[in-house]
């Protein structure tokens, strides 16, 4: 058992007990608990990435719901002490949950929270940075002149790559994806591949609409193109970024191959998970093509990087912060408060997870109803009609 972890508690008195295993943004979520009657309880303790005997030492004896982090283990282990504890509630502080088996949370008929939406722009937005950052070798430019290297303007310093009129791929026209895809289209006039199990229709008629205006103001008129394959946008684009989920289906979605296949002068950005692609391929590969360039925000061994990666000056890196603005993150601590806290109170489940907006509004009550609950159908929880 781990040693009891360090906690700061608020509204002591409350009926409910909810954990939060990290300190996160913002007041407005530990008010939301505490004005429900919630005894709020938050690990202060250092250490970054907390272990399951941590947190089972969090969860102590009762329990009615716990905000957890993308980095922990949540699966049979912590399901189970969550249930002995008396608890239903868990969130994800985080729109991606592979780090949850969720068998194993419907098996204790506990509630699996996550905050899709709220996190989807600037998430994309930091995808957008990468790929130009990337394309116009920011990073190295930037640590050249701190070297004091720079002696004068020269034809060939720091050439990079136009982004105007190339060809942007999207694996994972999502929520995130399809943002992205829309701001290096309207942004750089670049035109669009993009690879997806199911058609992003809306992404689709966006950029339509874009040619059109450009077209009828005497430009030339972006394109778009949905690829039969996955491959055929690799092939194609000359930026491309990769916004899937991390299943079994993704694991090593681009590897040695894969990459092989890719332009020599390409730019491939990863926000999605780390796992998404083979790392050690990667580095062979950055290694192999020094015109070749990545953006990385995630990792296959986070918080590790694979032999090499940081070595290399074609690659770059930084921790995880794609979800990183004030307004996100205090966002998806409010959503992730709001699913643990509705499922406490019996709230049914909002009808539209990617219409967040109404729990976001801090000037009115949010709807008395959980955010997103990504197995409400297996619990058989009701939705809301608002
Ligand atoms: N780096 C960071 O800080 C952040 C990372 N993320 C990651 O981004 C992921 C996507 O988030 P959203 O866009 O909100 O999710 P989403 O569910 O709206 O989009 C994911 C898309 O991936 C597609 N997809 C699934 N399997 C696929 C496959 N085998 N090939 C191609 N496409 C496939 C789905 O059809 C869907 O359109 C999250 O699951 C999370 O892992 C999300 C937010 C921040
Ligand atoms: O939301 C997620 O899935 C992240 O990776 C962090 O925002």
Redesign the pocket.
């Given at each position: 058992m781990a040693k009891p972890v360090s906690i700061e508690v608020w509204n002591p008195r409350g009926k409910y007990r909810v954990v939060s295993t990290k300190p996160m943004p913002g007041t407005r979520w530990i008010n939301l608990l505490i004005e429900q009657d919630c005894r709020v309880e938050i690990c202060t303790q250092k250490k970054t990435i907390l272990s399951v005997e941590d947190i089972i030492a969090l969860i102590g004896d009762k329990c009615d719901g716990v905000i957890g982090q993308?980095t922990e283990d949540w699966g049979e282990t912590l399901f189970s002490a969550l249930s002995r504890a008396g608890g239903k509630a868990f969130s994800n502080m985080?729109?991606?949950?592979?780090n949850v088996d969720v068998n194993a949370a419907n098996k204790y008929g506990v509630a699996v929270g996550n905050t899709?939406?709220v996190?989807?722009e600037?998430?994309a937005e930091?995808a957008a940075s990468l790929s130009v950052s990337a394309a116009r070798r920011i990073v190295e430019a930037d640590e050249f002149m701190r070297a004091g290297l720079y002696d004068g303007w020269l034809p060939n310093l720091f050439v990079g790559n136009l982004l105007k009129g190339q060809t942007v791929g999207v694996?994972?026209?999502?929520?995130?994806?399809?943002?992205y895809a829309r701001m290096m289209v309207e942004g750089f006039k670049m035109n669009l591949i993009y690879?997806?199990?199911?058609q992003?229709t809306r992404l689709e008629k966006f950029v339509t609409a874009y040619a059109e205006f450009l077209k009828a103001n005497g430009e030339q008129p972006v394109t778009w193109k949905r690829a039969a394959s996955?491959d055929e946008v690799l092939r194609e684009a000359d930026v491309i970024s990769l916004?899937?989920?991390?299943?079994k289906?993704?694991y090593h979605?681009v590897n040695k191959e894969r990459l092989a296949i890719m332009k020599k002068e390409a730019v491939l950005v990863?926000?999605?998970?780390g796992p998404v692609i083979d790392e050690v391929a990667l580095v062979e590969h950055l290694k192999q093509n020094p015109m070749f360039r990545v953006g990385l925000?995630?990792f296959e061994d986070e918080p590790y990087m694979k032999p090499g990666l940081a070595d290399l000056k074609n690659a770059i890196v930084v921790p995880?912060?794609?979800?990183?603005s004030k307004w996100t993150r205090e966002g998806m601590a409010t959503l992730a408060a709001l699913n643990v806290l509705g499922k406490i109170k019996g709230y049914p489940i909002w009808s539209d997870p990617?219409q967040v907006e109404p729990f976001l509004n801090e000037n009115v009550p949010p709807p008395a109803a959980s955010p997103s609950i990504v197995n409400a159908k297996a619990l058989g929880l009701p939705v809301s009609r608002l």
């Open positions: 993308l985080a729109v991606g949950y592979n899709p939406g996190l989807t600037t998430t930091l694996i994972g026209a999502g929520r995130i994806g399809s943002a690879y997806d199990l199911y992003a996955m916004h899937p989920i991390l299943d289906t993704t979605l990863n926000c999605s998970r925000d995630v995880h912060i794609a979800s990183a990617n």
